[in-house]
């Protein structure tokens, strides 16, 4: 976001921990998926790395000085970057999605338009699709919990892990002494 009296329309926070070899091309492709997309703010919150992430990020905030870097000093959990890159948002409208750019991102802005108009708590990106396939171990566990997910919510959830989702800062927040700091997040904020 180049004009700091801009509210972006939507926040994106991007946890990652030790993403070396991802991490720049992950920047540029956010940046070119989402150009004419209205204003946003591109978080990104180093949950920690070790491997050289950090140094890589300082280098893009250089080239880029609209991007936005948070830090952990220890690898504290996927859940716990995401509570940081949320809590320093600054807009109502919160999308998350994964360092190593597994989901299709291009969909984000469709994501945020569906929030807006249905004034969605939150929207889930579920990964569906022929080429989406989970070992039978995950699979039978991942059946039973998206079952009860629905039920719970009172609706379908088709995939109540994804990392691709858009959600109200001040709803995620009332929640945030429950939300772990694990990769359960996800799950754990798709009940709540």
Known sequence: ??????????????????????????????????????????????????DGTHEILERIVREDPDLIVLTHPRNRGYGAALKTGTKNAASELIVITDADCTYPNE????????AIEDKADMVVGARTGTNVTYSKLRAIPKIFLKRYAS????????????????????VAEKFF????????????????
């Open 1 to 50: 976001m180049e004009d700091s009296n801009i509210v972006p329309q939507f926040s994106l926070v991007v946890p990652c921990y030790n993403e070396v070899n991802a991490i720049e091309s992950t920047v540029t492709e956010l940046r070119q998926k989402l150009a004419g997309s209205g204003p946003y703010e591109l978080i990104f919150v180093d949950d920690g790395s070790d």
């Open 107 to 114: 969909i984000i802005p469709e994501l945020v338009a569906t």
């Open 151 to 170: 039920w719970i919510a009172a609706t379908n959830i088709p995939d109540i892990n994804s990392g691709l989702r858009v959600f109200k800062k001040s």
């Open 177 to 192: 002494n429950i939300l772990p700091d694990s990769f359960s997040f996800t799950l754990t904020i798709t009940l709540a």
